[in-house]
């Protein structure tokens, strides 16, 4: 979910904040997806990946991604499981518009 930004710089844990807006037709299926992602992202599976929270008001989805490090992120982007789902999102008719993606460094004491 998070390929294309730039971690330059991030030796702190990274935030990354993601919005998506389904199609009318396809927010109940964008939500399962999303929920299977999310059940993989916090097993065994995808270690660095400290939380992964979905939100969701209608069609408007907010996903909230907290990683340990920049190599959690990129073993998280080089996931099969991962690039099969973000592949399934490119190729379906799920989204309105491309997704608003950040990433933020958070600020330690």
């Known amino acids: ?4 930004l ?3 710089g991030f ?3 990274i935030i990354i904040l993601a919005q998506f807006m389904a199609q009318d037709s396809q927010a109940d299926n964008l939500a399962s997806i999303f929920k299977q992602m999310r059940d993989h992202s916090v097993s ?3 270690p660095g990946c400290l ?4 939100s969701r008001n209608g069609n408007d989805f907010v996903v909230f991604e907290e990683f340990k490090d920049a190599a ?3 073993a998280h982007n080089e996931d099969p499981k991962h ?8 190729e379906g008719n799920f989204l309105v518009s491309l997704p608003q993606i950040k990433a933020y460094e958070e ?3």
């Open 51 to 54: 939380t992964h929270r979905l």
């Open 11 to 13: 030796n702190e844990k």
């Open 72 to 74: 959690s992120v990129a």
């Open 107 to 109: 600020i330690q004491e």
């Open 6 to 8: 730039s971690l330059d």
């Open 1 to 4: 979910m998070v390929t294309g």
């Open 83 to 90: 690039k099969a789902w973000l592949a399934q999102l490119k």
């Open 44 to 46: 065994a599976a995808d």
